[in-house]
């Protein structure tokens, strides 16, 4: 049974649909928690419907097909985390990220290798902001213990208005700057993003950490207001909060340390590739045009003066 696939023409119209309808649906949000980020997903949305339905139109062209590909996987590659921001605004781009995902998988990308240079300097963007982020997690998690044991309200209220502050300027932008540094340099090497035990890890670490802030923001907005008119019990709030913030800072320690010692072999993927790999370096060479042309003569000639196959 032939193995269906995606098209890709109707995942555009379809994803094009579901950002007009996501976009719509943020600006409209009465009231939005985070203006600046309601902001960046109606604006996001709007030039993903745009792309979206010019891509399904320039698919539909044998000369612009193979440019517009490259194009919407460069796109839904830098829009799925993008979406992770767009969380705090709404919850529609959980459906976003499945769809980028699937398109991005459908279009079949083929990455070229990333030269000495380039690599490089992708690869210290990505360890230098990795670095930032997990001082950033470390920070929040003493200022999160700081908020629930601190006796007077300025330094308690300080501490959850620092921790809100620091996950919407550093945490969060820290964590799309990871990701699309760490897939560009997995996919620019001969590491690749699935081939690699390690890789896999650290790629599902990385997304799990937004998933996460999605929970600890509400909790850390919670304890801002709440501590604003005095010293307040943090309670379970005050609880969740710290395991939250611990959890972050030990899920990157976890990321630094598969980084160092890359560990866990290839994975079935990966096997799978190199198998085929050397299957087709195995493969005899097939017969040139010329050798095929030389070898049909010499039959020729064998079967027309038989006397000759022997020499004189």
Do not use: C, N
Request: glycine share 10%; aromatic share 8%.
């Amino acid at each position: 049974m032939a193995r269906r696939h995606l098209d890709p023409r109707m995942m555009q119209l379809v994803f094009g649909v579901f950002a007009l309808t996501a976009g719509t649906l943020t600006a409209l949000r009465p009231d939005p928690p985070h203006p600046l980020f309601t902001t960046a997903a109606t604006s996001g949305y709007a030039l993903a419907t745009v792309l979206s339905f010019g891509g399904w139109l320039a698919l539909r062209h044998p000369a612009l097909a193979a440019r517009t590909r490259q194009v919407l996987i460069v796109f839904h590659l830098l829009f799925v985390p993008a979406q992770f921001l767009f969380l705090l605004a709404h919850a529609t781009p959980w459906l976003g990220m499945a769809l980028s995902s699937a398109i991005a998988v459908g279009l079949k990308p083929r990455f070229p290798r990333l030269g000495r240079t380039p690599r490089k300097v992708w690869l210290t963007l990505h360890v230098g902001i990795g670095v930032g982020w997990l001082g950033v997690a470390t920070g929040m998690l003493l200022l999160a213990i700081t908020g629930a044991v601190a006796d007077s309200h300025e330094l308690q209220h300080g501490a959850y208005l620092l921790l809100h502050t620091f996950e919407i300027m550093l945490a969060i932008p820290s964590a799309f700057a990871a990701i699309i540094t760490g897939v560009v340099v997995s996919l620019g090497t001969p590491w690749g993003l699935l081939k690699h035990r390690w890789v896999l890890a650290k790629l599902v670490i990385a997304l799990a950490l937004p998933f996460l802030a999605v929970f600890e923001g509400p909790w850390i907005e919670e304890l801002e207001a709440r501590s604003a008119s005095g010293p307040i019990e943090t309670g379970t709030t005050g609880m969740l909060l710290i395991g939250a913030m611990g959890l972050f800072a030990t899920l990157l320690w976890a990321a630094t340390i598969l980084s160092v010692f890359k560990p866990g072999g290839r994975t079935r993927w990966g096997r799978s590739r190199d198998a085929r790999v050397g299957r087709a370096g195995r493969e005899p060479a097939r017969p040139t045009r010329d050798s095929s042309t030389r070898l049909a003569s010499r039959q020729v000639q064998r079967a027309t003066f038989p006397d000759l196959r022997g020499g004189s």
